[in-house]
């Protein structure tokens, strides 16, 4: 179990949740690391997973993008190994993630996890979605910079940077210290010693995200086939004009997609499926067969790639989101 | 110029325009083809065509998509060659779809053209579209049922039809005769002569249409990337559950897409752009080129494969729409 300390989470959510950073120290006392490098290097090559080895020599920055048969070509100079989707193939990864349950589950994207060799970083840049880092083994000289304007080049195709930055947070992690950073503050990591780092990291749709998973579900299921209608028709002079009644007309066509069971039904599968895309398999067994397994007082385990969620609802009934599958 | 004839607009939308299908004899009097079937067959030639021959023996239907470089394999029995978007091949469709003025641009889809020999025909059918049917050249037997459920098969997977229907119009139209079927009222037509008969169609998106073409649109460009913010979180006792206020949050997202100038230019890009997906090429002309070729008294040839609408505005400036290009 992993329970944070020297926390109180309402003034955490006050004070600094997507506002400032924050440093807590020992804030896992006695943490203990989830896996090792050689673990790591072993999920590193699994075949659907998102690993990356950041290297630099000099002012020689090199990216390469797993999976990894072989590690030895990357690994020069000052290498970072970091790995994706942590949580997806380590049961344990849930229990770290539980320690920051005063979030709500829905928010949380995935575990990553790097390890780096002395000196070694991804180098200064900005995220666009919050972070916990957490110091595992070793020691990691950490700076965050203030939110604003920084001038972004890449150093490499694969790498974003931004200019050096003033710290405002300027700290060597121990084992178990936690940085927190909200979105578009700069930081940049530099290991002292061989690290582990876990990164808690948060998911914030946008306008794209959302219209483009909406639309990926409209098309495959009928809940909004509603098609334009016009059996008022007005005529205009210049038949290449379109009304301001039809613009509406077909923004109320928009709205109405966005509310109703469909809109529902959607936005539970969307906010309950983790970063992979792919879509459950058809289950295998009944509804009723999965309820008397429940009555009976059994359990049922999560699949690790999607999270349990629900809408909040008045009504006595709750619906249980799991990617496609909805309870 | 094609003009209609013993025909009142206004009468006509109220009492028919999505409502009650229409048989306007003479319509077009004294009606001149916009082609025959040897040019029809060299349209259905055309690399990005849209054609088909549909081909019945008894009861065996057979249907061949085109393009195509040889007509005789798929020309036995009672067949009928049908060639979509006429309109983007052939300048004088522009002049038969004015005829239709009444009815503003952007809900006119494109002109379809077929030729039947005696006998042929595509079989009873609904369609989700309004059209108007014009006999060209022979005659042929047209048939329009109720609105209502008809059970739907398909004799062949490229091809929907319904079962008979009761008919409510039951005519042998001659050239000029022009029928116009709402959606949903099955229709069924029956060369008697070697026909030509010209669709003039209609386009209706429905919300799957719109949110994927509003999706697409948002990937590519940066005026929706407004992203989920929450400082204001607060706690709650399960962390799998999804607070109210904040799926109104995201709905509220997702709203804001549905207005504003980017909204705009996709709805403008949206109803000026024809069936086909392909986006205009870049423009070789500066813009000033443009006024000052206008203010000399020049004139602006419309590129088939796109409509020029606008949006009703209150500004003195409007802006004209022809898919990508804004101007
Ligand atoms: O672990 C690292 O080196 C990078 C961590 C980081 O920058 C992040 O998670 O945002
Ligand atoms: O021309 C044809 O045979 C088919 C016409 C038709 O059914 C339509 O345009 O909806
Ligand atoms: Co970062
Ligand atoms: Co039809």
Known sequence: MYQLNAFNPQQFLQQHWQKQPLLIRGGFPGFVDLLDEHDLAGLAQEPDIDARIVSRN???????????????????????????GVDLYLDEATELLNAFNFIPRWRIDDLMVSYSVPGAGVGPHLDQYDVFIIQGKGRRHWQVGNKGQYAEHRPH???????????????????GDI??????????GEAIEPSLNYSVGFRAPNQQDLLSSLADFALQQEGLTQRYQDPDLKSRPLSGEVLGSEVERIQELLQASLQGPAFTQWLGSFLSRGPQEESIEDAEVALDEVFEYLQNGNALQRRLDFKGIWLESDSPQVQLHLGELNI
Do not use: K, R, T
């Open 179 to 188: 940085l927190y950073i909200p979105p578009g503050f700069p930081h940049c």
């Open 157 to 175: 195709p694969m790498l974003g940077q931004v200019e050096p930055f003033e710290p405002i947070i300027d700290a060597i992690l121990e084992p």
């Open 58 to 84: 000099g002012n020689n920055w090199q990216v390469a993008q797993g999976p990894f048969d072989d590690f030895a070509p990357h690994c020069h100079g000052q290498w970072s190994l970091l790995v994706q």
